[in-house]
T-cell receptor, first 114, second 111 residues
Framework: DGGITQSPKYLFRKEGQNVTLSCEQN?????MYWYRQDPGQGLRLIYY?????DFQKGDIAEGYSVSREKKESFPLTVTSAQKNPTAFYLC?????WGLGYGYTFGSGTRLTVV | RKEVEQDPGPFNVPEGATVAFNCTYS??????FFWYRQDCRKEPKLLMS???SGNEDGRFTAQLNRASQYISLLIRDSKLSDSATYLC????????????FGKGTKLSVKP
């Protein structure tokens, strides 16, 4: 079955470390997105990519980096510059022009700073 | 004014009740509208798209009023399994294709 896979499910980061969250999709979707969700809060857009080798900053890109070398993959690196990284991270994908269809989400990664 | 606003709830209702959620959006150029459901500590899942003509899927009915920039979701005959947070989602169009998510309304259905 087609879907979008995030790993790991849980991740613990020490202060000053960079960590990378994986996101892979086999839906043949052109566009991919990273969101952050804090308890009791809505989703906030970190980065998005409409096409391979191109990506754009979202509303809260500071302290994060991404790459889009393959259509299927859109990893997110949380750098040491991100001062408050503890959150639920969600990756999503969509058809590039299928704006009427919404997004498909992965099951998320919970990142905790220890 | 926030782009997508919802009553945060929680809405506590008995099984079998009818419950309505409302949502307003600020961008009149918005083109696509959705309701997502998010269970506790899980990812959001698409519940239904919302069309100007209104649409129904079983016990769920969604309505869109473009003039008032208002979206609604009605759940009839509530089930325990309907307990979740319901997210109002709007797409403002253009090439970016970015969805704007409301913070969600929490529903708790009690026996």
């Amino acid at each position: 079955d087609g879907g979008i896979t995030q790993s790991p499910k849980y991740l613990f980061r020490k202060e000053g470390q960079n960590v990378t969250l994986s996101c892979e999709q086999n839906l043949n979707h052109d566009a991919m997105y990273w969101y952050r969700q804090d308890p009791g809060q809505g989703l906030r857009l970190i980065y998005y990519s409409q096409i391979v080798n191109d990506f754009q900053k979202g509303d809260i890109a500071e302290g994060y980096s991404v790459s889009r070398e393959k259509k299927e993959s859109f990893p997110l690196t949380v750098t040491s510059a991100q001062k408050n990284p503890t959150a639920f991270y969600l990756c999503a994908s969509s058809t590039r022009w299928g704006l009427g269809y919404g997004y498909t989400f992965g099951s998320g990664t919970r990142l905790t700073v220890v | 004014r926030k782009e997508v606003e919802q009553d945060p709830g929680p809405f506590n209702v008995p099984e079998g009740a009818t419950v309505a959620f409302n949502c307003t959006y600020s961008n009149s150029a918005s083109q696509s509208f959705f309701w997502y459901r998010q269970d506790c500590r899980k990812e959001p899942k698409l519940l239904m798209s919302v069309y100007s003509s209104g649409n129904e899927d079983g016990r769920f009915t969604a309505q869109l009023n473009r003039a008032s920039q208002y979206i609604s979701l009605l759940i009839r005959d509530s089930k325990l399994s309907d307990s979740a947070t319901y997210l109002c989602v709007v797409n403002v169009g253009g090439s970016q294709g970015n969805l704007i998510f409301g913070k969600g309304t929490k529903l708790s259905v009690k026996p």
